[in-house]
């Protein structure tokens, strides 16, 4: 059927191309092929599904510069008697690819290669002349330039999905679309007006590093009009044109008026400038990324507050500009944002171990920023590994150690119940491991941890949780349930206020500087306090205080803590602790305020010494802490108990004859 | 030979009790004490009999104390007379004497006891201090020790559990050394188990003057 259509087409021609005018100026060989390519309606269906119109216009193509010319000198090797059967065509596209190089017959390459930019498009093949000059109309390219417009120049080939790749290897799109020059502010402007470097006559290559410099550049371009000194009306927008480029946020060419973003939502008209990778410098010199991204704030616990819930003293119409001395000053300060809402969170965090050491300048310290980020502000989340996780970012060793532990397994089991690391140190009001009670968070899950333990701590003939309550109290949960070294801490406390006394308090007794309370105590600086220099510091502390020390048993590396061993693994032998031989460690402690407490090794005799009597006033671990003098007063006592009745005997013995001599006497 | 009822039943309860709990006691302190060298029991196994017998002679010390205020003969016996003190001390030295050298010549006892004169000076004074004053406070002492939360205030009041453990064991030690004198004091009667005797039946037997 479509064989008998063609034949039936070309005939149809035949009959009708003698009923159609042609001009004289055109060859016989043209005249000859427009008798059916002069037909209007004459197209061709792509295998792409595309038209392609066969129409030739005679008498557009007689004023082309082609005009005079052979149809074969551009299309050879066909003709009325040799005309190829229908060819397979599969796309626009591909057939202009096909048979652009047949224009380079007569426009040999090195010709179309000397104007550079001319010659880098050439190069590139991504478009093809026919896409610029036209297949058959093309006119003098002379009078072309001339009559056209500066953008209808520029366009002709910048409509095109042309691109520039740079050092750098990022690409630039130099494709223009009119339509949205022609909605900006600037839509009555020609190409020209900015891009005054070009014209018909003049395209100069620039030769840009990366895209950062390119903008840079481009910034040049809209300074000439929006002079600094227009700029500085504005201050918030003035600061962010010293950081930011003007095409990062009012784009190349659809350049939108600045008033249209004030009726937008404000969340909307806060990104239009934040959702850019703008910054802010500290004064100290450091860049801070202001950068703000919308997904972040859509997937956070905060996703229905709009920017001016948190950044009050911004709008639509204010924005301040503040200074802040360092990144870490403004974070500090961030918490003062947060406070607007989470007072109580903020309070808690203000008695917390990390506030203390932000206020003495250790940066690695978390402010509300470091956990909960500043626009990704989290749900509070029942997967307990992750909320750990974001401690241990800071203690890895606290997580290493935590990682053996019967805790450990039961986060790993997905257990309900089990612990993060702030069900036992708290969120926020993190305190110091030695003030923070940690025994009591034990208890918060182990609630009935006393009666448990008194099903066999106990002492007969009646059974008492005070029992358990006295070893509650002078050992730590870690002590029993964890199978590390363990240690006597001697606390130095007023006995008569029941209160730690605290290193700045010790110095002030001492009447010497903090830092020399060591040498104070350790006087031979051998690192270890020796018996007789404990006592001493006791003495001199006492004559000034109420001093004596407290004393519990704990673990020697305060991080073993966190390997709490399962039940059945914990240590139930009494003369475990309730021995003379048990190798503890002894520590004095020093507190310090919302610090870590500091530490001293002692020599572990101190605590058998019969000084301890007086100076461990309320500490005795029955074994441990014996006194060990008074074994040897009970040795002499039982031997003074014997040697008496033997010496009294003996002498009875050797008396003997008297009293015989007596009786006989008598 | 004249016999005198010396020990009347309740106080030789009292005495039996006391004096096998004392032994125990010691015992079972030692173990607690030097758990590293003796192996007589376990740790848990002798703080447990110390902590049954501790209340057992609490309530035996109670026996004797009931027993001798509801008779009157506390006053009597165990009160030295300290109005005439002169005369106390004249007697105590001569039973000194007599221990430290009468009794090796073959002088005569100076003291003869009665039912309401068990005592010489030298056991009044003695048997005074501990049955008044160092039983009661190591009873104290041991419970604070049962359950030093329990008895945290009584610590206090002591100057701290530290003191408290020092009575207690000092204590120990006294008695250690007394079980052993007393056990011997108790053969010097006119036979070495005259004494021992009287305190099973409460009959003390005494030579008669010929």
Known sequence: ?666 | MKKVYLHPLPIRIWHWINAIGFVILILTGAQIRFVDSMRLMSFETAVDIHSWLGFILLANYFIWLLYYLFTGKLFKIYIPPFWKPIEFIKRSIRQAKYYGYGIMVGDKNPHHPTPESKFNPMQQISYLMIMALLIPIQIITGLILWDPQLFASLAKLFGGIQIVSLIHTGLWIFFSAFIIVHFYLATLGHTPMAHIKAMFTGYEEEHEEH
């Open chain 1, 1 to 666: 059927m479509r064989a008998i259509g063609i034949v039936g087409l070309v005939i149809m021609c035949f009959l009708i191309s003698y009923l159609v005018p042609l001009k004289e100026a055109v060859s016989n060989d043209t005249k000859s092929c427009l008798r059916c390519h002069g037909i209007s309606t004459l197209q061709k269906k792509l295998d792409s599904k595309e038209a392609i119109s066969l129409f030739i216009d005679g008498k557009k193509f007689e004023k082309s510069v082609h005009g005079a010319m052979d149809c074969s000198s551009c299309h050879p090797g066909i003709n009325l008697k040799n005309h190829p059967k229908p060819r397979k065509i599969t796309g626009k596209k591909d057939y202009i690819k096909e048979f652009s190089p047949n224009c380079l017959n007569c426009h040999p390459k090195n010709a179309l290669m000397k104007p550079a930019v001319h010659g880098e498009i050439v190069k590139k093949g991504e478009i093809y002349c026919s896409q610029c000059h036209n297949s058959h109309y093309m006119p003098s390219m002379k009078e072309w330039k001339n009559k056209v417009s500066f953008t209808e120049y520029c366009m002709s080939c910048h409509q095109f999905d042309i691109s520039k790749t740079l050092p750098s290897k990022e690409k630039i799109s130099l494709k223009v679309n009119e339509q949205e020059i022609k909605k900006s502010v600037h839509g009555k402007f020609q190409c020209l007006v900015c891009h005054d470097d070009f014209s018909k006559a003049k395209h100069p290559v620039y030769n840009f590093k990366d895209k950062k410099q390119y903008r840079t550049e481009m910034n040049k371009i809209c300074t000439k009009c929006h002079t600094d000194k227009e700029l500085q009306k504005n201050p918030a927008h003035y600061a962010l044109s010293k950081t930011a480029t003007c095409i990062e946020c009012h784009g190349y060419h659809g350049v939108k008026p600045a008033k249209v973003a004030k009726a937008m939502p404000e969340n909307q008209y806060c990104l239009s400038c934040h959702s850019r990778a703008i910054s802010k410098k500290m004064k100290n010199g450091e860049t801070l990324s202001v950068q703000v991204k919308e997904s972040d704030i859509l997937n956070s616990a905060h996703k229905k507050l709009k920017c001016t819930e948190c950044h009050k003293e911004f709008s639509t119409t204010q924005h301040p500009i503040r200074a802040f001395e360092s990144i870490s000053d403004y974070r500090a300060k961030a918490k003062d944002i947060c406070n607007n809402c989470h007072q109580d969170a903020v309070k808690r965090f203000d008695k917390s171990i990390h506030a203390e050491a932000l206020k003495k300048g250790n940066q690695q310290s978390p402010e509300c920023l470091k956990c909960h980020d500043y626009h990704k502000v989290g749900f509070i989340t029942k997967d307990k590994k992750a909320s750990s996780d974001l401690c241990i970012k800071c203690h890895g060793d606290s997580g290493k150690a935590f990682k053996d532990s019967v805790h450990q397994q039961a986060i790993d089991q997905g257990k309900q119940n089990a612990p993060s690391c702030a069900s036992c140190h708290n969120s926020h009001d993190v305190l110091p491991t030695n003030i923070a009670k940690l025994g009591d968070s034990c208890a918060k899950c182990h609630k009935d941890v006393k009666t448990s333990h008194n099903k066999w701590l106990w002492n007969p003939p009646v059974r008492l949780t005070s029992f358990v309550d006295a070893h509650f109290n002078s050992a730590s949960c870690a002590s029993c349930h964890t199978k590390v070294e363990k240690a006597i801490l001697l606390t130095l406390v007023d006995r008569a206020k029941g209160k730690p006394i605290k290193e700045d308090e010790v110095a002030k007794a001492l009447n010497i500087d903090a830092k020399a309370i060591k040498g104070k105590i350790d006087q031979n600086g051998d690192g270890k306090v020796q018996e007789q220099e404990l006592w001493q510091f006791m003495s001199s502390m006492k004559s000034k205080t109420n001093a004596n020390l407290a004393g519990r048993i704990d673990v020697l590396n305060p991080n073993d803590a966190h390997k709490i061993e399962p039940k059945n693994k914990s240590i139930k032998d009494c003369a475990y602790c309730h021995n003379p031989n048990a190798s503890f460690k002894t520590k004095l402690e020093i507190n310090k305020e919302g610090d870590k407490a500091v530490k001293f090794e002692v020599d572990s005799k101190a605590v058998n010494s019969a000084y301890a009597i007086p100076n461990i006033k309320d500490f005795y671990v029955l074994g441990l802490t014996k006194i060990k003098i008074l074994d040897i007063l009970f040795f002499i006592a039982l031997l003074g108990g014997i040697a008496f009745p033997i010496g009294h005997i003996t002498l009875r013995i050797l008396t003997a004859p008297i009293r015989r001599k007596k009786r006989e006497g008598k």
